[in-house]
């Protein structure tokens, strides 16, 4: 992990009496409220529904111990005894006061933590595959150049102030865990005939016009990412719209120009800077990589005889095992999710007790550091086989054993409109009332893999567009109402679910996914995941189950379709 170093903690304190001294000639009326708002975005400060929120950088998931702990009192300290982990790694908290921030900052810089460009149309968090480094699939460790890429972004002068907030998400495996397609740089490492290199991918994203990216460049070596993803930031601030905060997103403006003529305007742009100073040296990248070296690993040759028993033994230990646990490049060794899902609890919610446990468990079995994943859960990378009897144990008398992991309600949400000030419905109670409905872990077992994801509005914090059932809140005449997509889709076949039809009311949607669940399984052919089955048999299916009997929403669709 990325060992912050003199100048590094320099800025960071500078930060803080800067943003201190800002929020003091605010208070003073010296800065108007207007004046004083890409400020306070630039440092993480929202105004919420009820309270302040504010936004901790992760970099790229990663965090040790002491960071975890840190956070653990931050939240018991100045909030209310729990923070939110994010779709980007970040940990939010709801209610601290404004007043209280520069001291929170202050105590987050004793352990290298800050939420410097965690909002504001700037440059964001870098974001990568939670099981960088230990992944069997991949194919080079993403995390060195996420730190040089998060370096380079940070007080980045030029791309302060861009047109709108930006996004970079880089994947170093086979499989695309990052979401990349959907980013408004997508980064993946790749090696062609022996050489290191990006395909670079730009203009994707979800919110109101969900697009996926496109490829401007299919092989770039990774010597020159900090000066092509410099030139596409480049094109973009000069043409991209500022009139408009709704087609202000590169997204837009590559839909605009087309693929084609933005990638030949990025070329021109990096025609000038290539070779220039941007230019990652050898010596600076196996500097920054010397960071993350394989931990002191054991050598374990055969699969530990306890831990096979207890698979044997104990059904509830058997299942968490296959659902929560991963494969790992290390014989012995296994990656293990620690599930920020269980029923009743907003997804993503973490209370400081169990920051506390997880910090504990990460020194005890996985060298002191622990993974925060898009999808919300917390992950322990570097766990012997030998141990997972005991982790489970631990993390399951602090409820963070669901073995939920890549099921039905381990759901991907949002905080919706029970604090966030843009959203048009509530997210968290329609989790728990599906998570309710489906709380028997045979029947999802049985289900099997299936992601379900909620946003509650069109910003699609919870990514719904991707979800294989992706649920959004809309407002109807002051009324909240849920949109149902469903084929969606993360990795490498990235897609956009399709909207079945009318909306719902809140009371009506556990019945909306479990009509799409039973025609799912009875359709299924053996071993089919739900997103294989949609694929084979189409929408029609399951829109005639869900509107079956509702008559008015027959109509609309027929409606709509005949349009």
């Known amino acids: 992990m990325y060992k912050y170093d003199a100048i590094d903690r320099q800025l960071i304190l500078d930060r803080v009496e800067q943003f201190r001294d800002q929020v003091n000639r605010w208070q003073a009326g010296e800065l108007t409220d207007d004046e004083f708002r890409p400020l306070r975005l630039q440092n993480g400060l929202y105004i919420q529904r009820h309270a302040p929120m504010f936004r901790i950088a992760v970099p790229y998931g990663m965090l040790n111990s002491a960071q975890l702990r840190k956070l653990?009192?931050?939240?018991?300290?100045?909030?209310?005894?729990?923070?939110?982990?994010?779709?980007?790694?970040?940990?939010?908290?709801?209610?601290?006061?404004?007043?209280?921030?520069?001291?929170?900052?202050?105590?987050?810089?004793?352990?290298?933590?800050?939420?410097?460009?965690?909002?504001?149309?700037?440059?964001?968090?870098?974001?990568?595959?939670?099981?960088?480094?230990v992944a069997a699939d991949e194919i080079i460790d993403p995390r060195p150049l996420a730190e040089i890429?998060?370096?380079?972004?940070?007080?980045?002068?030029?791309?302060a102030f861009l047109p709108r907030k930006f996004k970079i998400a880089i994947s170093g495996t086979e499989e695309d865990r990052a979401v990349t397609w959907f980013h408004d740089i997508g980064l993946h490492l790749k090696v062609v005939d022996g050489v290191t290199g990006f395909t670079v991918i730009v203009g994707g994203g979800l919110g109101r016009t969900p697009i996926r990216g496109?490829?401007?460049?299919?092989?770039?070596?990774?010597?020159?990412?900090?000066?092509?993803?410099?030139?596409?930031?480049?094109?973009?601030n000069r043409f991209g719209r500022r009139d408009n905060?709704?087609?202000?997103?590169?997204?837009?403006?590559?839909?605009?120009?087309g693929v084609e003529e933005f990638a030949k305007?990025?070329?021109?742009?990096w025609a000038h800077a290539k070779d220039g100073p941007a230019t990652i040296t050898q010596a600076e990248y196996e500097r920054v990589a010397a960071h993350f070296g394989a931990p002191a690993y054991e050598t374990i040759s055969t699969v530990d005889a306890g831990y096979q028993a207890k698979i044997v033994e104990e059904k509830a230990f058997a299942r968490w095992v296959e659902r929560n646990t991963h494969a790992h490049k290390v014989d012995g060794y296994a990656a293990v999710t620690l599930s920020l899902k269980p029923h009743g609890v907003a997804p993503g919610d973490i209370t400081s007790e169990q920051m506390e446990v997880v910090a504990d468990l990460a020194d005890r079995y996985s060298f002191g550091e622990l993974r925060i994943s898009h999808e919300q859960n917390v992950i322990l990378a570097d766990v012997k086989l030998a141990d997972l009897y005991a982790v489970w144990q631990q993390a399951k008398a602090a409820g963070l054993a669901t073995p939920n992991i890549g099921l039905l309600t381990s759901i991907i949400c949002c905080p919706g409109g029970?604090?966030?000030?843009?959203?048009?419905?509530?997210?968290?109670?329609?989790?728990?009332?599906?998570?309710?409905?489906?709380?028997?872990?045979?029947?999802?077992?049985?289900?099997?893999?299936?992601?379900?994801?909620?946003?509650?509005?069109m910003n699609a914090c919870g990514?719904?567009?991707?979800?294989?059932?992706?649920?959004?809140?809309?407002?109807?005449?002051?009324?909240?109402?849920?949109?149902?997509?469903?084929?969606?889709?993360?990795?490498?076949?990235?897609?956009?679910?399709?909207?079945?039809?009318?909306?719902?009311?809140?009371?009506?949607?556990?019945?909306?996914?479990?009509?799409?669940?039973?025609?799912?399984?009875?359709?299924?052919?053996?071993d089919?995941?739900?997103?294989?089955?949609?694929?084979?048999?189409?929408?029609?299916?399951?829109?005639?189950?869900?509107?079956?009997?509702?008559?008015h929403g027959k109509a609309k669709v027929a409606q709509k379709e005949a349009a």
């Open 245 to 257: 905060a709704y087609k202000a997103r590169i997204k837009i403006l590559v839909q605009a120009l």
């Open 418 to 457: 029970d604090f966030c000030d843009l959203a048009n419905a509530k997210s968290i109670p329609i989790a728990t009332a599906i998570q309710q409905r489906f709380d028997d872990l045979d029947y999802l077992f049985d289900i099997g893999e299936i992601d379900l994801n909620i946003s509650g509005c």
């Open 214 to 236: 496109q490829v401007v460049r299919d092989f770039l070596p990774w010597q020159h990412i900090l000066s092509y993803c410099e030139a596409i930031l480049r094109v973009y």
């Open 149 to 159: 890429l998060r370096q380079w972004t940070t007080f980045h002068p030029e791309f």
């Open 265 to 269: 305007l990025v070329e021109a742009e």
């Open 72 to 133: 653990a009192h931050v939240a018991r300290k100045y909030d209310r005894g729990y923070g939110h982990f994010t779709t980007r790694h970040n940990l939010q908290l709801n209610w601290p006061k404004l007043t209280d921030v520069p001291d929170i900052l202050a105590e987050l810089a004793e352990v290298d933590l800050h939420a410097i460009q965690t909002s504001g149309n700037c440059l964001r968090n870098i974001t990568t595959d939670q099981f960088a480094g």
């Open 528 to 551: 089919e995941r739900f997103i294989d089955t949609f694929d084979r048999i189409g929408i029609d299916p399951f829109k005639n189950r869900v509107y079956e009997g509702r008559a």
């Open 463 to 526: 990514h719904h567009h991707v979800g294989h059932i992706g649920v959004l809140g809309v407002d109807k005449n002051n009324d909240e109402f849920y949109q149902v997509t469903l084929g969606g889709r993360q990795g490498n076949d990235a897609k956009l679910g399709k909207v079945i039809g009318p909306s719902f009311s809140a009371g009506e949607m556990p019945d909306v996914v479990e009509k799409i669940i039973q025609v799912y399984l009875e359709n299924r052919h053996p």
